[in-house]
C-alpha cells in the first residue's frame, strides 16, 4: 500500500498523450529557485511546460551552497552541450522566486528555531539563514548573494520576484543583472 497510488494512476493517464522532450537548452532560458512549498508550483504559476525551465527549490527558495553548485553545474553543462546556440553573451537568467506566508518564516523566532535545532539536530545558524520572514528583503540577499558568488557563470544573469500566496501573482523585486566582474 502506497499513498502514490493514485498519484500513478494519474501519471498513467499523463503518459497515454506523452510526447519525449530531447535535452536542449531550456525554451525560457530560465532556471527557477523557489521554495518548496506544496502551495506554489512553478509549472502553474509560471505556466512552464516540460523543457522550459529547470526548478531548484528547497526551504525558503533559499541561495544556498548547493543551490549556487546546481547552478554552475548547469551553466557548464549548457556551455559544453549547446556553447554555439543561442545569444552569444547570455545562458540563462535565474530567476530567486520567494513568496508570503512562508513555513520558514517562523524560524525569525529565537525560542521556535531553538525548539526546531534540538529536535532535527540542524544548526541553529543554518535555521537563521533559511527563514523566509520578509520575501523582498531575503529574495534582495540572495540575488546579492548568487551575483557576488565566484562560481556563477559571467554568462548568467540573475533577477528576484516575490510570489504572493494571497493573490497568485508574482511581482519583480529585483530586475535581471549580469555579475558586476562581467562589466569589466
Ligand atoms: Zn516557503
Known sequence: ???????????????????????????????????????????MVLGLQLGDAPVIRNAGGRVTQAVIDDIAYLAFLAEQLFGTEG??????????????????????DA?????????????????EASAVADPHATVRADVELLLTSPSLSPKVSVSGHVYDIAT?????????????????
Open 87 to 108: 545569444a552569444p553573451d547570455t545562458l540563462f537568467e535565474v530567476a530567486v522566486i520567494h513568496h508570503t506566508q512562508c513555513g520558514t518564516s517562523f524560524l525569525a
Open 168 to 184: 497568485g501573482r508574482v511581482t519583480i523585486t529585483v530586475d535581471a543583472r549580469y555579475p558586476e566582474r562581467s562589466r569589466g
Open 1 to 43: 500500500m502506497t499513498r502514490m497510488t493514485p498519484l500513478l494512476e494519474r501519471n498513467e493517464q499523463f503518459a497515454e498523450t506523452y510526447t519525449p522532450v530531447a535535452l536542449g537548452l531550456p525554451t525560457a532560458q530560465v532556471i527557477v529557485v523557489t521554495c518548496l512549498d506544496h502551495r506554489i508550483d512553478p509549472a
Open 111 to 127: 525560542g521556535y528555531r531553538h525548539r526546531a535545532a534540538e529536535a532535527t539536530g540542524l544548526s541553529e545558524a543554518a535555521l
